[in-house]
């Protein structure tokens, strides 16, 4: 099975790509030549999710080149509760929003680290949860209009800790802390936090749609 990942973020196409089962062959948006911006316009996890799995798949009906099963996107959010959810649908981009600077990647994600700490520096409450959405677009199934279109989603519930903890993940894994785990995601190794992320759970009912 060839399914896109409407996603050319190296991180989480490797996460991704680990995480899924033999047999689901998972393109990014490189490996189909899809070169455009996608501008994330929703009010939610889940608006931005379709939006991208739509616009790739739109795109697969002109120019599609290859034989694919199905286009999915997903849009994660981190929800800090002391802060009434934010960052939210803003995750990738906070520091951004406030700065009005764009960075690199990797000084984007210490950016929005360094925020979050700053935002719980007086907060008791550190409680928060990040979530994955993902929608899929079943190419044999779905016509122009009245797209056929199946979302799934993922949570996994934490702390922010008080300093950044471990090296490895990305975005804000040095600064979560899983429920039942003394360690952060950047202190875990990968096959840990494969099995118990936000995009895992997500993933593993997405794979329960595939198998239907």
Same mark, same amino acid.
Request: charged share 30%; glycine share 8%; net charge negative.
């Given at each position: 099975?060839?399914?896109v990942?409407a996603?050319?973020?190296a991180?989480?196409?490797?996460?991704?790509?680990?995480?899924?089962p !033999?047999?689901?062959?998972?393109?990014?948006?490189?490996?189909?030549?899809?070169?455009s911006?996608i501008?994330?316009?929703?009010?939610?996890?889940?608006?931005?999710?379709?939006?991208?799995?739509?616009a790739v798949?739109?795109w697969?009906?002109?120019?599609?080149?290859?034989?694919i099963d199905?286009?999915f !996107?997903?849009d994660t959010?981190?929800?800090?509760?002391?802060?009434?959810?934010?960052?939210?649908?803003?995750?990738?981009?906070?520091?951004?929003?406030?700065?009005?600077?764009?960075?690199?990647?990797?000084?984007t994600?210490a950016?929005?680290r360094?925020?979050?700490?700053?935002?719980?520096?007086?907060?008791?409450?550190?409680?928060?949860q990040?979530?994955?959405?993902i929608?899929?677009?079943?190419?044999?199934?779905?016509?122009?209009?009245?797209?056929?279109?199946?979302?799934v989603?993922?949570?996994?519930?934490?702390?922010?800790t008080?300093?950044?903890?471990?090296?490895s993940?990305?975005?804000?894994?040095?600064?979560?802390?899983p429920?039942?785990?003394?360690?952060?995601?950047?202190?875990?190794?990968?096959?840990?936090?494969?099995?118990?992320?936000?995009?895992?759970? !997500?993933?593993?009912?997405?794979v329960?749609?595939?198998?239907?």
């Amino acid at each position: 099975m060839n399914l896109v990942f409407a996603s050319n973020n190296a991180h989480k196409l490797a996460e991704v790509r680990e995480i899924m089962p !033999a047999g689901i062959n998972v393109l990014s948006l490189k490996d189909i030549g899809f070169e455009s911006e996608i501008e994330e316009t929703g009010s939610t996890l889940a608006e931005n999710s379709l939006i991208k799995a739509k616009a790739v798949y739109d795109w697969l009906l002109v120019n599609g080149r290859l034989v694919i099963d199905g286009v999915f !996107a997903d849009d994660t959010g981190l929800e800090i509760d002391a802060l009434n959810g934010e960052p939210g649908v803003y995750t990738a981009r906070w520091a951004e929003l406030e700065t009005g600077v764009h960075l690199p990647e990797m000084e984007t994600y210490a950016a929005n680290r360094a925020k979050a700490l700053r935002e719980l520096a007086d907060k008791v409450d550190r409680g928060c949860q990040f979530k994955t959405v993902i929608t899929l677009i079943r190419c044999t199934e779905v016509g122009i209009e009245g797209q056929k279109r199946i979302q799934v989603e993922g949570v996994v519930r934490g702390v922010m800790t008080e300093e950044e903890r471990g090296t490895s993940g990305f975005g804000y894994d040095a600064i979560f802390k899983p429920e039942g785990y003394d360690k952060t995601f950047g202190e875990l190794p990968s096959e840990v936090k494969n099995n118990i992320s936000h995009r895992a759970r !997500a993933l593993e009912e997405l794979v329960k749609v595939l198998e239907c």
